[in-house]
Each structure stands twice: as C-alpha cells, then as structure tokens.
C-alpha cells in the first residue's frame, strides 16, 4: 500500500489506476512548511494531554526540525507511491523518528481538518502578499496623477466624449477601486482566520486536545465553533476566489484602457520599451502584451471561482473527496497575481502621457455643453429650459464646423437671452474643471484632497 495511511482494513494495495488519480502532491506541497508548524503544534498538545511524554515531545520536534529543514533545501521531497502532503510528511516523519514514535503524532488529527487548517493558513499568506502588490500598483497610480497635477482630458461615457475631467483624477478612480479590493481583502482575511484542527474527520477528538492551544500556536484566532463546519466548509476559499477575480476585473479594465490609450488613433499614452513587446514580422510594432494578459488572465480567475463554486454545489456535509478539488483554482489565482501585478505595475509606473494631446482632446466633441447648461441654471433658468438652450448652441457650431467658444454674443443672446458673453467662463477646460468643485468632483482642489487620502490609506495598508 505504499506510504498510505489508512491500510489496515484493506486486503490489498491500491490499484495504480486509484494512486494515479488519487495523487495530489503535483499541488498540495506548497502546504507542507503550515503542515508542519501544525504538526510542531500537535505533538505540544498531545504532550498536555499526557499522550507524549517530555521525552518523546523532544525527540519528536527534533524530528519535524529535521523534516523541516529537508523539505526547505528540498533533500526530502514526495516519491509517486506518497497520496497527499500529509501523507508523505508522516513518511519523512516515521524515517527520521522510526515508526513507534513517528506514529503517535497523528492521534486526535485526520486530514480533513489538517487540511481545511493548512489550506487557510496558506490562503492567508498570498492574498497578504498580493494585498501589499495592489498597494504598489496604487502608488504607482498615484504617482503618475500627482506628476500631472493639471492635465485635463477627454472624459468617456458609452466611450464617447462626455466632460473634461482631470488625468488625476481619472487614475485616481482606478487606485480607488484598488484600495476596495485590498479592503476585500482585510475582511475576508478576518473571517477565515478559524482552526478547523481538532475537529478531526468531522465529529471532534475525544482524546482531551486543545484546538485552542493549536489555534493560537498557528496565529490564527480561535478554533472553529462546529468541526463539521470546520471540515466541510469551503466559503472561505470561494469568497476568496471571489476576491481575486473582482481585482483581476478591476485591472482588466485599466488595461483596456491602456490598449486604446495607446493606439495611433488616440495617443494618450506611450509604452515603455521595457514593459512593451515587438512584433516576430512587423518591424514598426509596439505592443501593450502587459496590458492584454492583464485583460486575459481576468476570465482565467473568473473560471476559477466559477469552477470552485461548481464543485461545492449541493456536497452533502462533511468532508467529500471532491474538496480537494479546492485547491488548485485559489493556488493559480494567486500565483497570477504574484506575477501579473508587478508587470502592470511596471506597465503603469513608465507610460508616458501626451498631455498636449490630452489638452487638445479634452474639450472636443462639444463636451463643454453641460458647462453651458449648468451655467444657465446658475442664472436661474430651469434645467429643462437650459439644456434646450446649450444643446441649440451645439448645434448651431457643428453646423458652421466651429466650437462652442467660437459663438458670437450676437449669436448666443438669440439661443437664448440669459445666454451673456460671461458664460464664457465656463467655455475653457479649466473653468468647466474648476467649476465641479462638490466633494468627490473633478475640481483641481477636490482631486488634491482626494489623492492625499489616498496616499495616507495606501501608505497605511
Ligand atoms: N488531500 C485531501 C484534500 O486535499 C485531504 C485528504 C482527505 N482524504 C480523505 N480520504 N479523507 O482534501
């Protein structure tokens, strides 16, 4: 039966078809290092509960320290007959403290509430570490906007002209969604930091262990409150899942904007060479591949919560094998993340805006006609009223091919009567800017405060 840990009842081994398909060290090392600070933790509490004398406590850290240490320079690693991380540390276990020892460590414990703890613990460390990579794109974000503090362009609704808004403020949207997914986070980071360790298969121990000791030992919070809960629940791994897939979206959506921004067509933007690639045929090619995994891999981390949800529907408590099917989705989400934030990053700390460009797009395509309305509105003239009113100036220029500033007063008092040639100070990109000057508006003081908020939050995180 090889190193498996269950052979007892069983006339023979395994067939290799069932070793084959039952294997999961291929994913499920990257959890050994958490299975062994819980297995140092085990062996404390099975010490207290008189199951362990001192002296075999000794000998058994001295043990795991060993294990440990092989399995960090790699010298002990899983052979094809090992079924799962467990399974294959209880082999390094059982060599290096000979099998009557090595076989006490897992009374009171099964793999189902190892690895609903492990997995967790594991989970715990990357969504941090991916958590500190958002805080480096934000401040790359915010970097660019404080770097144009006056930049004005186009801004978008149905991706058509709508208003002038500043380029601050428009990455500073961007960094806002961000600093959400790292409050996303935080919060999951709070709900799953649970030990399942001591529920064992599903029902408890009923060998007088301390979850609570273990839970402290593993830095998490507290013991589960229901060991069928506690190994059969997978909420916490979706809801991350979850959490990953809405920041992959979030990113996808800057970098489409970063496709078209740098396009011949718009050029807002210029890539860096070195966060940009060339074409194998096409000499003259610059291409925004950054931009485009980001946008790509987005579907991947869908699917992998769309997947993960999928496997859990309608599983009948407690543990089921299918559970094992829960990790490797969360593994690749947020190993794509580990690689594709910095690039993106890198991709958003080196463009290059043309602000001239920007300037010149800010007030096309008549966006200034809200100014005009509000301004009439201003003057106590009903909206429905103004609106009429700026939208017949805006005809009346695209007719002659000119811009809204180039009306005659003559012209402008025959829209309308309120319409005075002192509307003409909401006909530049920077009166109609300075105007929208309510809290959370594109206003040049209002997007100073917000990008110092900002700074202070991303600083904190
Ligand atoms: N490798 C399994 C998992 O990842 C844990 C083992 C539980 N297996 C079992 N037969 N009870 O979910």
């Not at 460390?125 to 930049?151: E, S, Y």
């Not at 060998?207 to 190994?231: C, H, M, W, Y």
């Not at 059969?232 to 996808?252: G, I, N, P, T």
């Amino acid at each position: 039966a090889g190193t498996a840990l269950w052979g007892g009842r069983f006339a023979s081994g395994p067939a290799p078809e069932m070793v084959e398909l039952s294997r999961s060290t291929q994913f499920d090392w990257v959890l050994a290092p958490y299975d062994l600070a819980a297995s140092r933790a085990h062996a404390q509490v099975l010490h207290r509960a008189d199951l362990l004398t001192a002296d075999e406590l000794g000998r058994m850290q001295d043990a795991l320290d060993r294990l440990a240490r092989d399995v960090g320079e790699g010298t002990f690693a899983p052979v094809p007959q090992d079924e799962d991380v467990h399974s294959a540390l209880e082999r390094g276990l059982i060599e290096r403290a000979g099998a009557e020892l090595g076989g006490k460590l897992r009374a009171g414990r099964s793999r189902n509430d190892q690895v609903a703890t492990l997995y967790r613990m594991y989970l715990r460390d990357h969504a941090r570490r991916v958590g500190v990579l958002v805080t480096d794109l934000q401040a790359a974000l915010l970097d660019q906007a404080d770097a144009h503090p006056g930049a004005a362009m186009p801004g978008r609704t149905h991706f058509q002209h709508a208003q002038p808004v500043l380029l601050a403020h428009h990455l500073a949207a961007h960094a806002q969604a961000l600093a959400r997914d790292v409050d996303r986070i935080r919060d999951w980071e709070r709900r799953a930091a649970v030990s399942p360790y001591g529920s064992g298969a599903l029902a408890g121990s009923s060998l007088g262990l301390d979850p609570q000791f273990i839970a402290k030992e593993l830095g998490l919070d507290r013991p589960v409150a229901n060991s069928i809960d506690g190994t059969a629940a997978r909420d916490f791994a979706a809801e991350l899942a979850f959490v990953l897939a809405m920041l992959a979206v979030d990113l996808s959506r800057w970098a489409e904007e970063v496709v078209v921004f740098t396009t011949a067509e718009f050029g807002y933007a210029r890539l860096d060479d070195a966060f940009s690639t060339g074409s194998s045929i096409m000499p003259q090619k610059k291409n925004p591949d950054i931009a485009e995994l980001a946008r790509g891999k987005s579907g991947r981390l869908i699917g992998n919560l769309a997947g993960l949800l999928a496997t859990l529907k309608g599983l009948p408590l407690a543990y089921n094998r299918d559970l094992q099917e829960d990790k490797e989705p969360l593994i690749d989400s947020l190993s794509q993340l580990e690689v594709l934030l910095p690039a993106v990053t890198g991709m958003t700390a080196t463009l290059t805006f043309d602000t001239a460009r920007l300037a010149d797009m800010a007030p096309a395509g008549y966006s200034l006609a809200t100014d005009v309305a509000e301004w009439l509105v201003r003057q106590g003239v009903p909206f429905r009223v103004a609106h009429e009113a700026a939208g017949a100036c805006v005809a009346v220029a695209e007719a002659g091919g000119r811009e809204l500033d180039q009306l005659s007063d003559v012209e402008l008092a025959r829209i309308h009567p309120a319409l005075t040639p002192q509307v003409r100070s909401v006909l530049t990109v920077a009166g109609s800017l300075a105007s929208r000057d309510g809290v959370g508006g594109t206003a040049p003081v209002r997007v100073a405060e917000q990008l110092a908020l900002l700074r202070s939050q991303v600083a904190a995180d």
